[in-house]
């Protein structure tokens, strides 16, 4: 299938897609984020525009000095088009706030996808490293590598007392942020996933759907992050996250077991339905798309579906996302069109791996 | 759903009371009412107030008011703010502007709000005392483009304060010393 790529793109997605990696059947991927400000400058909201644009050449400088600059693509956004920003964002490089943002501000990202810098967000950076399953002390620690390389070469606001100082008050400390995407499926369909929320709440840990508003995800996606970054070391961080993912797994596969031995037809039916509309469907909004994704997952991991890699289930996530269909057409479409495009390319990438 | 604050605008954000873990139902308010309630929520001034009371309290703030445009004048809200406290000298931050936006606007203003951040901040991260534990970058100084700069403003004042005191022959040898660190910086703007 021909791949109408972003320019400056490579053709594959990013390694976090891949759905490898330690308890890939529910975790889709791990992410660690440090919020740092360059020392001697107001932070982003109280940037001029000349400051805005002396912290992207001064963090451009760094990265080039920490010899960075070879193995990543660097970005500026003010000079890229709404729709390629949009990519940007679907593809988790990006926050929706920088793309919307305004003035001097850019994105440095490696090729595999993998690390991530926003330059001027609210902070004047944000360093991020993703991996594929649930594989925090790996994010964790290539992260480092990257914040101590930088560190020596571009002076970040701290202080004794508090820390990195970051924009927002609940940033600073750590500036750390570790989020889980996970994928509960059955948590949601038993309507236990409010349980959920308020232990991880208890646990000082904040749980929202990735997709759609509110406490409604779609796609049965969640995103499990660590609330305080003030008054624990990075360490502790770490390890209250790999206290309480594990509690959420388990209960996840529980309730897939629980729903396999209850009722096996009527999970099967839900699976098998959801392929079936995938496979068929000549329009689908992006809702509807990631349900059926979802149920698909949920096939591929219980042994139901044996003939869809997971790599093609994450691909479709992404490049069904409203700017990656529009990026490949070249040209901006009405839903409709987008819906039809959508379909179309669900079937396709389904019938690559049909026998 | 219209806003349960000031029924006027759809509400498109969700405010949950949290007791003993318990949610309770939840208000539908529009943004711009949001923007005022979190006023309350992180005024260190008040106790913590159900939000009940502080939508009461916002609705009969708002009662007289034709139009909800008071975000854009923290001044508008004045009695929430602790306006004794002086804006930051580096970047103009007042107290109510943090307190509105919820956001700093450079690293001086955690000194220059000091004595206003550790309640917040033991509510934010539940950590007390809210000090810092992790590690601490061992980074070289500030880069050379600020030194420059605040150096060529240092300069300047001494300049105003020699030319009042009529040392021309000072205010001659600042001056050119000023012209030279600002030429520095306008070369390395064009190639940037």
Not at chain 1, 315 to 331: C, K, T, V, Y
Request: glycine share 6%.
């Amino acid at each position: 299938m021909s791949e109408a790529g972003f320019d400056g793109f490579p053709h594959v997605l990013g390694e976090w897609l891949k759905g490898k990696g330690p308890d890939s059947d529910i975790v889709v991927s791990t992410r660690v984020r440090f919020a740092r400000n360059v020392r001697g400058f107001p932070f982003t909201l109280k940037a001029t525009p000349q400051q805005r644009a002396d912290v992207l050449a001064l963090c451009e400088e760094a990265l080039h000095k920490v010899h960075l600059q070879r193995s990543i693509v660097t970005l500026e956004l003010d000079k890229l088009a709404e729709v390629k920003r949009d990519v940007l964002v679907e593809r988790h490089l990006i926050s929706r706030e920088l793309a919307g943002g305004d003035g001097p501000r850019g994105v440095a990202y490696g090729r595999g996808e993998m690390l991530s810098i926003m330059i001027n967000e609210e902070d004047h950076l944000r360093l991020q490293w993703i991996k594929s399953g649930f594989d925090a002390d790996r994010a964790y620690q290539a992260l480092c590598k990257v914040d101590r390389a930088l560190e020596k070469v571009l002076p970040f606001a701290v202080s004794d007392r508090y820390g990195y100082l970051t924009a927002c008050p609940t940033n600073v400390g750590t500036g750390m942020r570790i989020s889980v995407m996970l994928h509960l499926p059955a948590l949601t369909m038993k309507e236990h996933i409010d349980k959920v929320f308020k232990a991880a709440k208890h646990m000082n840990h904040a749980v929202r759907g990735l997709y759609g508003e509110g406490t409604r995800a779609f796609g049965d996606m969640y995103q499990v992050s660590n609330q305080a970054t003030l008054g624990r070391s990075e360490v502790q961080i770490l390890e209250s996250v790999k206290a309480i993912i594990p509690r959420i797994l388990e209960t996840e596969r529980q309730m897939r077991g629980q729903l396999y031995a209850e009722d096996r037809s009527f999970l099967e039916d839900r699976v098998l339905r959801s392929l079936a509309v995938l496979r068929n469907a000549r329009r689908l909004n992006v809702q509807e798309m990631m349900s059926h994704l979802s149920m698909l997952r949920l096939g591929i991991d219980m042994g139901l579906v044996s003939d869809v890699p997971m790599r093609t289930v994450n691909e479709m996530f992404i490049l069904g996302q409203p700017s990656h269909l529009q990026e490949r057409q070249g040209r901006p479409m009405n839903p409709t069109e987008r819906d039809t495009a959508r379909a179309d390319m669900v079937r396709a990438m389904l019938a690559a791996h049909s026998n | 759903m219209d806003c349960q604050c000031c029924n006027r605008k759809p509400a498109q954000v969700r405010i949950c009371d949290v007791e003993r873990n318990e949610c309770a139902e939840p208000f539908n308010v529009c943004p711009d009412c949001f923007t005022l309630i979190k006023r309350y929520m992180f005024d260190m001034a008040r106790p913590l107030m159900p939000t009940a009371d502080i939508i009461r309290e916002v609705q009969s703030l708002l009662g007289g008011e034709k139009s909800l445009a008071l975000p854009d004048q923290p001044g508008a809200l004045a009695p929430l703010g602790v306006e004794s406290v002086p804006a930051c000298p580096e970047c103009g931050m007042t107290l109510s502007e943090f307190k509105a936006r919820g956001r700093f606007g450079c690293a001086r203003d955690y000194e220059v709000f000091a004595e206003h951040l550790d309640p917040l901040f033991e509510r934010i991260h539940e950590a007390r005392p809210p000090r810092h534990q992790g590690r601490l970058p061992q980074s070289a100084g500030e880069p050379e483009l600020v030194t420059r700069r605040r150096r060529a403003a240092e300069l300047k004042a001494r300049l105003d304060a020699a030319v009042a005191e009529e040392n021309y022959e000072l205010a001659a040898r600042l001056r050119d010393e000023i012209n030279g660190l600002e030429k520095a910086p306008e070369k390395s703007q064009e190639t940037a």
